[in-house]
C-alpha cells in the first residue's frame, strides 16, 4: 500500500502563492506518475499538473499553465505543487494522486491523500 499525507494549503489573498507538499511512504512509487488534482464544492474532481518518473514534459490543465509548477524531490519521497499569482477560482480542496499511468480522469488513479483546502480570496 500507498499513503499519500499533503500539507501547505491554507487561505492566501488573490496574487499570493502557496506551495503544497505530498510525502509518500509505504511500497517503492518508482515508475510512478504523481499527480494533483483539486475539486470544489458541487465540481468534478480535476486533474491540476501531473509529473512523471522522469520528470520530463509535466503536465498542466490550462486554467493553471504559466502560474503552477509540480516538481518531485526523489531522496524525500515528495512532490510539490507551487501555486503563484493564486486566483479566487482556484479555491478547492486539492488532492495528491499516484498511478502507473499518465491519466486525467480522476478514478484512474491508484492512490489518494486526504486533500487539503486551499482558499483564495479576492
Known amino acids: 500500500q500507498v499513503q499519500l499525507v499533503e500539507s501547505g494549503g491554507g487561505l492566501v489573498q488573490a496574487g499570493g502563492s502557496l506551495r503544497l507538499s505530498c510525502v509518500a511512504s509505504?511500497?517503492?512509487?518508482?515508475?510512478?506518475?504523481m499527480a494533483w488534482f483539486r475539486q470544489a464544492p458541487g465540481k468534478d474532481r480535476e486533474l491540476v499538473a501531473a509529473?512523471?518518473?522522469?520528470?520530463?514534459?509535466?503536465y498542466y490543465a490550462d486554467a493553471v499553465k504559466g502560474r503552477f509548477t509540480i516538481s518531485r524531490d526523489y531522496a524525500k519521497n515528495t512532490v510539490y505543487l507551487q501555486m503563484n499569482s493564486l486566483k479566487p477560482e482556484d479555491t478547492s480542496v486539492y488532492y495528491c494522486?499516484?498511478?502507473?499511468?499518465?491519466?486525467?480522469?480522476?478514478?484512474?488513479?491508484?492512490?489518494w491523500g486526504q486533500g487539503t483546502q486551499v482558499t483564495v480570496s479576492s
Open positions: 509505504g511500497r517503492s512509487l518508482i515508475g510512478y506518475i
Open positions: 509529473i512523471s518518473w522522469s520528470g520530463s514534459s509535466p
Open positions: 494522486a499516484a498511478n502507473r499511468v499518465m491519466a486525467t480522469q480522476a478514478p484512474s488513479y491508484d492512490y
